[in-house]
């Protein structure tokens, strides 16, 4: 009898879940086959998928061209890289069926999202966080983007529900949520700022000793992502490389010279004179640019001028050692020029370039080239109202969901703010965290004005 009572539901259930999948993976496919993006940092990591591919293993140089060599992954660790290489191996080199791949695995993350949410929350908040993650302004976009921001937002979907899962039983499943985490890091290494709601969600389900139990069941996850990173770290030393990687890799493989990366962040903020700094080579007349904030000190300007001349002069595509010399030292006499107020206010304008879409979409001159306000604006601010409204009013599950998104959110903006990382894409990861709670805050308020209506 409870077998055949309880049958109807669990088959309406899985045939919602079905619906959301096919709904999912259609408008992912949609994306991918009308706006294809292959260009960015599909460069970089083409090279390393081609030389996966033929056997040569993770390296940057051209394929088919020179020797091996061995390097860190890109500007990632190579997991989107492999994962290029192993559709074309089955599918015969084809680009598409690396985005159709990639749009099956984010439908599939997003279902079993919307079951961790049918756990944790009403069954009408599962339906509508399918609905929201499903059709995505933020997220379904990148299904044609041969990056890696489809399958990060898909690991981190998974992070959620492990997240909602664990909230449901009392528990955190810690492996299921390890396995989760270290796949949203190899993917991205941001990704490990997912430890922040991690912590959080471990305090709030701890028995007493709240912190002891969180802490051990934290450390367990960390020490798994850790773990995987330190394998890697150790291969790297086998073969010559630095433990760590380096930063401000471009396309090719090689590297920003340090001392000039070190004076554009001195005084870079928007993510349009930061492309226009750091995304072009100093030789280019076309495209590269500096901005205005760039010269600061009395005759930063044209001893700026007199670098890049030089630079323009001498052959090969790296940056002459006399010249990364000259930018380092503006670098250090900008940076003693600059008061701790001073600091703190480049922080602020940075955190401001970062966050404005989400956070107040009508400013304006927030850098990043454009001065209206777009559908997908006004999409993420409502997003942000949600989070803020189910901190104040939710229950206190729906608190402590709303609780983890805002603390992600902080966590990713200020570490991109500090590294000088002020492209919007760094923030399409919060999505997942803000729709799932958008989603449970709409079903609460459903179910109270129904309870409204029926004593009315």
């Known amino acids: 009898m409870l077998l055949r009572a309880s049958s109807p539901p669990v088959n309406r259930d899985r045939a919602a879940l ?11 496919i949609g994306f991918a086959l009308a706006m294809p993006y292959d260009s960015g940092d ?20 051209i394929a088919h061209v020179g020797d091996c060599v061995p390097h860190f992954g890109g500007n990632q660790l190579p ?69 890696t921001e489809l399958l990060t937002l898909a690991a981190t979907m998974w992070v959620v529900a492990e997240l909602l899962l664990g909230l449901a039983a009392g528990k955190l499943r810690i492996l ?8 949203a890091v190899w993917l991205r290494m941001d990704s490990v700022l ?47 490389l630095p433990a760590l990687p380096r930063p401000w890799v471009k396309t090719d493989g090689t590297y920003w010279s340090r001392g000039y990366t070190d ?22 007349t076309n495209h590269f640019r500096l901005s205005e904030r760039a010269y600061a000190l009395p005759g930063e300007r044209q001893e700026v001028e007199r670098l890049v001349a030089l630079t323009r002069t ?20 900008r940076d003693a020029s600059l008061t701790p107020a001073d600091k703190l206010a480049r922080f602020a304008a940075r955190v401001r370039a970062l966050s404005a879409r989400w956070f107040w979409p009508f400013a304006h001159d927030v850098g990043d080239g454009r001065d209206h306000v777009s559908v997908t604006d006004l999409y993420r601010f409502a997003l942000v109202l949600a989070v803020l409204a ?36 760094y923030l399409v990861e919060l999505a997942p965290f803000f729709e799932v709670t958008a989603a449970a805050l709409a079903a609460e308020c459903l179910a109270r004005l129904a309870r409204t209506r029926a004593t009315a």
Not at 263 to 284: K, P, S
Not at 410 to 415: S, V
């Open 18 to 28: 079905a619906a959301l999948f096919i709904l999912a993976l259609a408008v992912r």
């Open 42 to 61: 599909w460069v970089l990591y083409r090279n390393v998928a081609e030389n996966i591919y033929r056997g040569c293993g993770v390296a940057v140089t």
């Open 79 to 147: 997991l989107f890289p492999a994962f290029a290489a192993l559709v074309w191996r089955v599918t015969g080199h084809s680009n598409t069926a690396i985005l159709i791949t990639q749009s099956l695995l984010s439908a599939l993350a997003l279902t079993y999202c919307a079951h961790a949410v049918a756990r944790a929350f009403p069954r009408t908040a599962a339906l509508l966080a399918g609905l929201l993650l499903a059709a995505s302004p933020v997220g379904a976009i990148y299904a044609g983007n041969l990056e």
């Open 176 to 183: 299921p949520l390890a396995a989760a985490t270290t796949a």
């Open 194 to 240: 997912l430890l922040g709601p991690i912590a959080l969600v471990a305090l709030y389900l701890a028995p007493r000793p709240r912190i002891a139990h969180a802490a051990a069941t934290w450390g367990i996850v960390t020490a798994v992502v850790a773990a995987s990173c330190l394998l890697w770290s150790a291969r790297n030393v086998a073969v010559g």
């Open 263 to 284: 004076w554009v962040t001195t005084w870079v903020v928007g993510q349009q004179e930061r492309g226009d700094a750091l995304y072009f080579d100093l030789r280019d």
């Open 314 to 333: 001498t052959p090969g595509t790296a940056l002459p050692p006399a010249v990364d010399a000259g930018f380092e030292r503006l670098a250090q006499a």
């Open 390 to 425: 189910a901190a104040a009013f939710g229950t206190p599950r729906l608190r402590l969901l709303a609780a983890a998104s805002a603390l992600y959110a902080g966590l990713r903006i200020a570490f991109f703010a500090v590294g000088a990382n002020t492209e919007l894409r």
